[in-house]
């Protein structure tokens, strides 16, 4: 079974604090995803990767970075985090190409901005 | 870039009783999923169906590719089918989710 998991599944943090969201995956997935998800809202993409060291912007990148320095490893960085961004960050993973890109997701973070 | 209509917005059951969720896409897709978020927030994967028709126990699945739409069935609901569900669509490995169905069952 495909397995992704993220580091905490509620976090407090305070505004302007630097935070890392991590996550984890063991299928050797090159393709690696992160979203936020908000009442109303739906999912949106932030930020997704297909290869190590490579990044891409999702539909809503501003106040996030990325980190991939390893294939089952990549990390969601708020630089300075702000009462907006309070929200449910979720990651996922898939192969890369061929006929089945199925998205495979983590249980989340609850993230709080105070 | 492609938009992703779920229909109903909210749905309540009885328990036992029938449901028919449905997801339009604005453009042709070549991945497509169905997912449950759990009451703990996780999304559970459904179905991948990007056409064709699925099944899994009481569940199924219908995407008719050429007419950009997918339907997920519930058949002899329970109230543990509570929950979000929702849609998602992409042509290139990415995926844009529709705002999702939130269903209660109710005993």
């Known amino acids: 079974d495909v397995k992704v998991t993220q580091s905490s599944r509620y976090l407090v943090k305070r505004t302007g604090e630097k935070v890392f969201l991590e996550c984890v995956q063991d299928m050797d997935h090159e393709n690696m995803f992160w979203y936020r998800q908000d009442p109303g809202l739906g999912l949106r993409l932030i930020y997704f990767?297909?290869?190590?060291?490579?990044?891409e912007k999702g539909d809503i990148p501003e106040g996030y970075s990325v980190s991939r320095e390893k294939k089952e490893r990549f990390s969601l960085i708020l630089e300075s985090a702000s009462t907006n961004q309070t929200s449910m960050y979720l990651c996922a993973s898939s192969l890369l190409g061929g006929i089945d890109n199925e998205q495979f997701f983590g249980p989340g973070t609850r993230l709080t901005v105070l | 870039g492609i938009q992703v209509e779920q229909s109903p917005p909210d749905l309540i059951l009885q328990e036992g009783a029938n449901s028919t969720l449905r997801c339009n896409f604005s453009?042709?897709?070549?991945?497509l999923q169905w997912f449950h978020q759990n009451p703990w927030g996780q999304l559970i994967n459904l179905f991948y169906i990007p056409s064709g028709t699925k099944q899994n126990g009481r569940l199924s699945a219908t995407t008719v590719a050429t007419e950009r739409y997918s339907l997920l069935y519930i058949s002899s609901s329970q109230t543990t089918d509570s929950g979000g569900y929702f849609c998602?669509?992409?042509?290139?490995?990415?995926?844009?989710f529709g705002k999702g169905t939130k269903l209660s069952v109710k005993p």
């Open positions: 453009d042709s897709v070549n991945n």
């Open positions: 990767s297909y290869d190590v060291k490579m990044k």
């Open positions: 998602a669509g992409g042509s290139q490995g990415n995926l844009i």
